[in-house]
């Protein structure tokens, strides 16, 4: 069974009347919840031509306070990437006050859904339809964010065990004007009626959400005797149905809080008739999230420190520290400035480093407004200026196939090879097949010492013929290689390949630089016409290429 995309594209706006509001007149974040997965639903829908389910959502932050009453809520969904039955879609929000004309972002959020046709019948999805430049960029960094999704609990149980092992854990907890966890139970149970659930009977995941959203906060509002505001729900997933006639009980606590913010974790069971007889519960899910709360003058509260009674309680209270490290990790590669400075390699923030390298990548060379400024037989330089930020494309026509340039270029150990800027190169880390971290030492230019960098290298072979090989590059800090006196440590913003196969026996190889201090002399001396170091390099770069293709 096939289905023809005819886009994703859906855009929802609702007025906030009183019976979406909270007790002050805020946009409940329930009800936000709800009209998300509406419209996101909606947008798979379109595309797949069946019903679909919600599977899951990523890390959803509010970064904007709730509209008020009379104020406008527009959402707007659309797919970003269809994978086998499963898609990627991408949420954004604003609110409109329809006064001022002013208009504000509440959130950007990406969600997963399963395309579910009636009976047995199976499908397989047809490709999203990329018509602009931000359709193609979403559409590669959806597989990256793919990656993330699929690797989360295992980083979050590795994260778990070194903490383990670091004697973090202990069996008893003692603390000054604690609060015992017991004190922030909360029970609720909802029976699906049919405006809860799809026209196939399938609970609406954000009706799901919206009912966890209530508990949660009222679990919140025991502790700190106010009431919470919801800020961000972590990553989770829907590990099985609920559909019309099941009884779901939600059971919700406080894991732990952190000056200004408390982390609830709810977990949902499901039971027909029969299961309820017999309590049988089916876990369909289990989320996290996180409130803080404001006194009437707009000041953030102070939260007091909780104190778990059990076992259980302290394994919840641990992953909750846990978790926050992992969502400050992301919300700090996200929002990453082009000028910062290199980041840190940890644990809890790999995946989004080595996403965070590809995107950046991916947006540079997506980047319109290149204009070029040498052409010489088979390479060509362009340059592109925005603001104060000077970028650098090479581009080689290579006589070899694209996935043996892709393997030749992604292994820096070989570039000292062809690039004479390369002094010395070796592997710090092999973290997996697709990442790794090298150290590399640069020769002094006049009246400077040697430079050396840290560099994270990520590599991704293509999902189609389309698509490119890409190799990113970006500098990272680690604890074991701290800057010698001997050498003048340097960055490396945005760098990287892209390889696209033109033949059986030929490819396109283009080099993308993000310039900085380090490169800027070369670059600098090209674009004065005093020097080819960039065209040298280029052409080193394609006879090495060439020559090992021969060989092989």
């Known amino acids: ?82 994978f086998k039955t ?42 999203v339809k990329l018509l602009s430049t931000e359709d193609h960029l979403e559409h590669s960094l959806a597989i990256e964010r793919r990656r993330i999704r699929l690797d989360y609990e295992q980083v979050f149980q590795n994260l778990m065990q070194e903490s383990n092992k670091e004697g973090d854990y202990c069996d008893t907890f003692e603390e000054e004007d604690a609060v015992s966890t017991d004190l922030t139970r909360v029970q609720s149970i909802e029976l699906v009626q049919p405006p809860h659930a799809n026209h196939h009977g399938n609970t609406f995941g954000g009706q799901i959400m919206a009912w966890m959203e209530t508990v949660a906060s009222i679990s919140a509002s025991r502790l700190c005797h106010s009431y919470p505001t919801l800020k961000s729900v972590n990553m989770f997933k829907f590990w099985g149905p609920s559909v019309v006639g099941d009884r779901l009980v939600f059971n919700a606590i406080v894991n732990n809080t952190f000056q200004n913010s408390v982390e609830v974790g709810v977990r949902v069971e499901a039971y027909n008739c ?77 995946a989004y480093v080595s996403y965070s390298n590809i995107a950046a990548l991916t947006h540079l060379s997506a980047k319109s407004g290149w204009e070029i400024t040498s052409t010489l037989d088979d390479i060509k330089i362009w340059t592109h200026e925005e603001v104060d930020v000077l970028s650098l494309k090479v581009e080689m026509q290579v006589k070899v196939p694209s996935h043996l340039a892709f393997s030749l270029l992604s292994d820096f150990t070989f570039r000292q090879q062809w690039d004479k800027h390369f002094l010395t190169c070796e592997v710090l880390q092999a973290v997996n097949e697709d990442e790794k971290i090298y150290y590399v030492t640069s020769p002094p230019t006049t009246g400077h010492k040697p430079r050396d960098f840290v560099i994270l290298v990520s590599q991704r072979q293509p999902c189609k013929p389309s698509e490119p090989y890409t190799v990113a590059a ?15 440590r340097s960055e490396i913003l945005c760098a990287g390949f892209q390889i696209y196969s033109d ?49 092989c």
């Open 474 to 488: 970006k500098s990272v800090t680690l604890t074991s290689m701290p800057p010698s006196p001997e050498y003048c």
């Open 1 to 82: 069974m096939e289905r023809h995309g005819a886009g994703g594209d859906v855009c929802m706006c609702q007025t906030v009347y009183p019976a979406h509001a909270n007790h002050r007149g805020e946009l409940s974040a329930g009800q936000l919840l709800k009209w998300m997965d509406a419209t996101a639903c909606l947008a798979a829908e379109k595309h797949a031509g069946v019903s679909c389910v919600t599977a899951s959502m990523d890390d959803i932050q509010f970064e904007e306070a709730a509209s008020r009453v009379g104020q406008i809520i527009s959402i707007k969904a659309k797919v970003n990437r269809a």
């Open 86 to 127: 499963s898609m990627e879609v991408g949420i954004k929000v604003t609110v409109q006050d329809i006064l001022t004309n002013v208009e504000k972002i509440v959130s950007l959020a990406y969600a997963t859904y399963v395309a579910k046709p009636v009976g047995a019948a199976k499908i397989e999805l047809e490709p």
């Open 503 to 551: 033949s059986s026996s030929s490819c396109t190889v283009c080099y993308f630089n993000q310039v900085t201090s380090g490169v800027m002399p070369y670059l600098a001396a090209n674009l004065t016409g005093s020097s080819k170091s960039i065209e040298d390099t280029a052409s080193e770069c394609i006879k090495f290429l060439e020559l090992k293709g021969s060989k």
């Open 274 to 350: 029969e299961e309820w007889i017999k309590d049988q519960a089916r876990h369909i899910n289990s989320a996290f999230l996180i409130f803080n709360t404001v006194n009437d003058k707009g000041q953030l509260l102070t939260f007091p420190r909780i104190k778990p009674t059990t076992k259980d309680g302290m394994r919840r209270y641990h992953g909750a520290i846990i978790r926050r490290r992992i969502r400050l990790a992301r919300k700090c590669m996200l929002s990453a400035k082009e000028n910062k400075p290199s980041d840190p390699w940890e644990r809890s923030n790999q």
